[in-house]
């Protein structure tokens, strides 16, 4: 065959193939990208530009979040850059194959005539195939515990795609550097080194190396074009509008319940918004969210991993609703919504709203466990999970010195939004009888609401219950509209959560770690001695992770003396007690192992440290039972934030 | 199938329960009402029969506080009909709540009464067992499964020791719910409110309430602290300690 | 007109129930004010021989085929014209799920006042009930010129007779257009532990919290050398079978010990193990009823004390 008919054939069959792979792309992708999504509910998304772009900068440009993992995280930043900038060089091979017939050596003028663009794309082939070798180093030797449920065999596969991808493109190089017909060989060293392997052979045979290898690399692009749209590696078409459409609402801030024909949640693929359709698409399976979570780790059957990839199977091959079939009530009830799985995905997939939405689906069915039943109930009743009489709220004042006021008659500063634990719990009355009487003694004006306080109904409506939690909200304002006061402070981050970014129209919320380290900053509070102590401090998920109050506390603790020796899982890593999500009124059966347990462990195991500290009533009651259940009574107590203030006052 | 369902609210004993200046009864300024738990009970067991094998629930209440958002919740639940009697309450007993809810319930005509078994303020008599009388239909307690078959129910009856009776009663009956046979279902609150929209509480004035046949009582007190408990005090080590000489002393250590 | 005390014999499959003798002794005491005899109602087939150990004056048989089972309507027929004939000045009947079948419909059809929840009679004669969940006690004269009673368990010690007291054959009256039948009796569950047996019962209530903690229990209950036992909410919730339920639809168990662990004192538990020869009773709720029937108590939390005491007891037993 001459020269001539073979390059007439080529582009045919470039452009054949090329149409063909582009056509099955188009028909694998197109349900997803538009049929699907267009059939969603709207999410609102846009506005604040200036934030978004410079979330593509940090967190695709920087690739940030992938880094906590180093190794692998490197190893993605040159994949991902080396795929930006080698995406040239496929165009270049499509339009050199299309325009075989008429200019075999066709070349993109100026970007293909630029050397520094070689040097940089050769270099960052290198740096690709490296980094791939790692992934697969990564996925079939190391087997981290991450990829547990994670589709490896695709991964590996797209893996060796890219590959065989940037190899055949440095030896289709090193052959036209062979040949003399690349003007740009000085700017492709690692391209005429792989061609100096065979640099002995015969122009002929370079020649058809350089074809093959063409053939290869071209094949292989098309063939993952083809397999882009399955799986995971959509994510390659879907993680910049992922990232650039995230959410920029406070985090602690829910969307409100939508309903269909008078029922309340999401139970049907159609029902869900498009940015959660966008985030089952775009899940890469990289497991950092499962990693993370306390769901997964005490062996209940929740990874958010699994449940974007079990939503993203329904979304694609429909055997059943969504829900119960494609995602079971025991996983939708596992979750703490601690949000450390949004914390670290990469993509900013959301897993606890669509959560949230499918639970208020299951509480429009009444399907729940009787624990939770029984505490819903008492919520709506008594306004607390506990089943007391709401008369009792304020029963923990009695006898505390000087009386505490009332809000609805007296003029205060602060209104102190006390919550149910704090409140109801025996355990907890000392703790919230010392508080009262360490607000007195730094001489703040505070009062509380009394019996009129309800449950501020952050984990109400996280359980998915959005009317009992509207008409809590109501009574609760009805509440503060008849009290007098400035500033809502309260030491229970579910409730500061909520009252700060859910209820509408509130003044200044503060969690009581931020008013003390104000009034500590401004000299309103000495401490009369350094405490001493080695201690460390447990950042509340809905404190820390939600609300970004990570160095108030820290400063409060080191002010009382004390020197802080951080867990290895601390500030936005903190694991969650376990508490959240409404799981505290949840049956335990299916808990294996406790999150609270592995907490303590962790932080008993730091060298000198006896001390615990915390800033939730929750967590206090959840670790203080922990360090019983552990045996480490001898080696760790377990002190409210206020203990130590309490203390060194 | 018509199935009626009445229901009594009682003293929710949560709260702290007073007796009043008369020592004779409990003082109402503290007193909150709960539905009875048997009764709640009773509500469910009528509407899984309901969705068993087709019909229609009533449900029906002595108005007093909180009555309304209950009636709701069962039409929420699945039932059909909601009836409030209204009148003074106050010094009624079961015999006249019976005699007022029989009035009522001969103008549904219902196949089945459902009631819960007892409820604790019962004094003179649990009602399903009057109402029954009142009606001329036979009465069956302590019931926790139905099945309809035909013109009669097979009721599971409970006896002491898991003891269980299987009973054929003939309908139109009364029977006494002691469980019905799932726990009663939650219902959101959202649907509630919904159907606050749509039901009608339809109100009947209760005709000569009167408290014959009925128990007097002259004195109303909380058990004596008298025969009370010797109480432990310590840590759960001195606790269990003495706890460990107690068992020992009773032979059983 | 009589000033006798009437007491309608519980008895089921061939056996006297217990209540029926605690009944009878509280005929005995309210004999005493009312001047009357103590008059047991035996209500059968063939069943004469139940009268034997009865702790009572003399016993009106009645003797039918449709009596051969308990139903309701059968017996309310049978002592609709017994007690209009008689009338007693009292008719007991046991709030159990015999008695409360009967009682009330009697009152409605005789016209008669029933008086419910009863646990003991005053020396005076007045009636002392328990309601409420055991909260609240309620005291007034007994109804004349009759009154139905329908007894709890748990104020009087049932005994059984010295002698066997004289037996009357009543007529039975006709007793047709029946509408109750038993279809089948289903046989509790034997397949575990019969707690009734046990000398040491740990129990737990609805302030185990959750069903792990039930765990803390049954340790505690091996190191004892005891079984766990429960009040309904625990078997309701499905956290221990029924075999385990001790109560007026459980068991009635007399152990040695009676540990309860959380658990309130309704009267419908408390019927079930009041005749233990000591209850310890822990409850961080010093006003619950239990404490009114315990021995000893402590309001310390059960999920405290529960894993120290298991701890030293093991100690003790020197394991």
Redesign the interface.
């Given at each position: 065959m001459t020269m001539n008919t073979y390059n007439i054939l080529k582009s045919i069959v470039v452009l054949l193939s090329f149409l063909l792979a582009t056509g099955v792309f188009l028909w694998r992708a197109y349900p997803q990208l538009w049929t699907k999504l267009r059939q969603s509910q709207s999410t609102p998304r846009f506005g604040q530009w200036g934030e978004r772009i410079k979330g593509l900068i940090v967190f695709v440009g920087a690739q940030l979040r992938l880094f906590r993992f180093r190794a692998p995280g490197t190893a993605h930043f040159f994949i991902f850059w080396g795929f930006l900038f080698l995406s040239l060089t496929i165009l270049q091979a499509i339009l050199e194959g299309l325009l075989a017939f008429t200019n075999p050596h066709f070349v993109i003028p100026l970007i293909g005539e630029f050397g520094p663009l070689a040097l940089i794309q050769d270099v960052i082939a290198l740096c690709v195939a490296v980094a791939v070798v790692y992934g697969m180093y990564l996925r079939l030797v190391v087997d981290p515990e991450r990829y547990k449920g994670s589709h490896k065999s695709q991964g590996v596969m797209v893996l060796s795609f890219i590959l065989t991808i940037v190899l055949s493109l440095l030896v289709m190089n090193g052959s036209r550097i062979n040949l003399g017909e690349d003007e740009l060989s000085a700017w492709r060293p690692i391209s005429a080194l792989v061609g100096s392997i065979y640099s002995g052979a015969s122009a002929g045979t370079q020649v058809v190396i350089a074809e093959v290898a063409y053939w290869i690399h071209l094949g292989v692009v098309l063939l993952f074009l083809t397999e882009l749209p399955e799986g995971k590696h959509f994510h390659v078409v879907t993680s910049i509008p992922a990232v650039l459409l995230r959410n920029l609402e406070p985090r602690g801030r829910l969307a409100a319940?939508p309903?269909f024909d008078?029922h309340?949640g999401v139970s049907k693929a159609e029902q869900f918004r498009w940015r959660q359709l966008l985030d089952a698409y775009t899940c890469t399976e990289c497991g950092r969210c499962q990693d993370m979570c306390p769901a997964y780790f005490s062996g209940l059957p929740l990874s958010p991993k699994l449940l974007m990839m079990d939503m993203r199977n329904n979304l694609k091959h429909p055997s059943g609703a969504m829900v119960p079939d494609a995602i079971t009530e025991k996983v939708l009830w596992s979750c703490m919504t601690c949000y450390s799985c949004d914390q670290e995905c990469p993509l900013f997939i959301e897993h606890v709203a669509p959560i949230v939405d499918m639970r208020r689906h299951l509480?429009?069915q009444?399907s729940?466990d009787?624990?939770l039943?029984d505490a819903?109930?008492n919520l709506?009743?008594?306004g607390n999970s506990f089943?007391?009489?709401d008369?009792m709220r304020a029963k923990w004042t009695q006898g505390v010195q000087p009386a505490v006021k009332d809000a609805r008659r007296e003029e205060v500063e602060y209104l102190w939004f006390v919550g149910d634990y704090a409140s109801y719990s025996?355990?907890l009355t000392d703790v919230t009888r010392r508080t009262a009487e360490v607000f007195s003694k730094i001489g703040l004006s505070f009062g509380i609401l009394f019996d009129a306080e309800r449950n501020a109904g952050n984990d109400v409506r996280r359980v998915g219950?959005?009317?009992?939690f509207?008409?809590l909200v109501d009574k609760n304002k009805q509440a503060f509209a008849k009290a007098k006061f400035q500033t809502i402070v309260t030491t229970d981050p579910h409730t500061y959560n909520t009252l700060k970014n859910e209820y509408p129209e509130m003044g200044k919320v503060l969690h009581y770690a931020e008013l003390l380290d104000q009034m500590i900053a401004s000299g309103k509070i000495k401490f009369s001695k350094k405490l001493g102590y080695k201690v460390t401090y447990h950042d509340p998920c809905y404190l820390g992770r939600y609300n970004g109050v990570y160095d108030a506390p820290r400063r409060v603790i080191e002010a009382t003396g004390c020197e802080i020796v951080e867990m290895p899982r601390n500030r936005d890593r903190a694991f969650c007690c376990g508490a959240g999500g409404g799981r505290i009124w949840m049956?335990?059966?299916d808990?294996k192992d406790r999150p609270s347990e592995s907490r303590v462990r962790e932080a008993a195991a730091l060298t000198g440290v006896q001390t615990f500290v915390v800033a939730c009533p929750k967590d206090l009651t959840m670790f203080k039972?922990a360090v019983?259940t552990t045996g480490n009574e001898q080696t760790l107590v377990v002190k409210d934030l206020i203990d130590l203030v309490a203390e060194a006052l | 199938m018509k199935i009626a369902v009445p229901v009594k609210f009682v003293p929710d004993l949560v709260e702290e329960l007073t007796i009043d200046s008369s020592g004779a009864a409990l003082d109402t300024a503290w007193l909150r009402l709960i539905i009875n738990e048997f009764d709640d009970h009773a509500v469910e067991q009528a509407v899984i029969l309901k969705e068993r094998g087709g019909g229609e629930v009533a449900v029906l209440s002595a108005e007093a506080d909180g009555v309304d958002d209950f009636l709701f919740t069962t039409a929420a639940k699945g039932a059909d009909k909601l009836v409030k009697l209204t009148g003074d309450f106050s010094a009624v007993n079961n015999h006249a709540l019976g005699k007022a809810f029989a009035e009522a319930i001969k103008t549904i005509q219902p196949d089945l009464v459902l009631t819960g078994v007892q409820a604790h303020n019962d004094l003179d008599g649990s009602l399903g067992p009057l109402l029954a009388e009142y009606l001329g239909m036979p009465f069956v307690g302590y019931v926790s499964g139905v099945t309809v078959s035909g013109d009669k129910v097979i009721a599971r009856k409970e006896y002491s020791g898991g003891l269980v009776a299987e009973v054929e009663v003939k309908l139109p009956a009364v029977l006494g719910i002691q469980a019905s046979e799932t726990p009663p279902r939650y219902v959101a609150y959202s649907k509630i409110r919904q159907v606050m929209g749509t039901a009608k509480i339809d109100e009947q004035a209760a005709e000569g309430l009167d408290a014959a046949s009925g128990v007097t009582v002259s004195r109303m007190f909380q058990p004596e602290s008298a025969e009370r408990a010797a109480m432990l005090e310590g840590s759960p080590e001195d606790v269990s300690d003495k706890l460990i000489g107690i068992f020992k002393e009773a032979g059983a250590l | 007109m009589s000033q006798d005390i009437f007491v309608v014999v519980e008895h089921l499959r061939g056996q006297v129930a217990d209540i029926s003798h605690v009944m009878l002794a509280g005929a005995r005491a309210l004999s005493q004010t009312s001047g009357g005899g103590v008059v047991a109602v035996l209500l059968g087939k063939d069943a004469q021989s139940l009268a034997a150990n009865l702790a009572a004056d003399r016993v009106l048989y009645v003797d039918s085929p449709a009596l051969a089972e308990f139903t309701p309507d059968a017996y309310q027929l049978a002592l609709a014209g017994l007690i209009q004939a008689q009338s007693p000045r009292a008719v007991l009947f046991g709030h159990t799920s015999v008695g409360m079948d009967v009682a009330g419909g009697l009152s409605a059809k005789l016209g008669i006042p029933v008086v419910s929840s009863c646990r003991s009679f005053t020396a005076d004669g007045k009636f002392v009930c328990q309601i409420c969940g055991g909260k609240i006690m309620a005291e007034g004269d007994l109804p004349a010129p009759t009154a139905l009673v329908t007894m709890l368990a748990g104020g009087y010690k049932a005994e059984v007779g010295n002698q066997p007291p004289a037996v009357e054959a009543v007529p039975a009256p006709a007793l047709d257009a029946l509408r109750i039948s038993i279809k089948q009796y289903i046989e509790p569950d034997t397949s575990d532990v019969d707690i009734s047996k046990e000398p040491m019962l740990v129990a737990i209530g609805r302030g185990i919290q959750n069903k792990d903690n039930i765990e803390l229990a049954t340790e505690l209950a091996e190191a004892l050398g005891g079984q766990v036992c429960a009040s309904r909410p625990v078997v309701d919730q499905g956290w221990l079978p029924t075999t385990r339920l001790v109560g007026k639809s459980g068991k009635r168990v007399k152990p040695k010990v009676y540990l309860a662990l959380g658990i309130s004192g309704a009267p419908e538990h408390v019927e079930g193990m009041d005749g233990s020869d000591i209850i310890v009773a822990v409850n961080t709720d010093p006003n619950a009823p239990i404490f009114n029937v315990a021995k000893y108590g402590t309001t310390m939390d059960l999920l405290d004390l529960a894993p120290i005491l298991a701890e030293r007891v093991r100690s003790a037993k020197g394991g």
């Open positions: 319940a309903t008078g309340a509480v429009d009444g729940m009787k624990t039943q819903l109930a709506g009743r008594y089943g007391q009489s008369r025996a355990t219950e959005e009317g009992l509207e008409m049956d335990e059966k808990v039972d019983k | - | -």
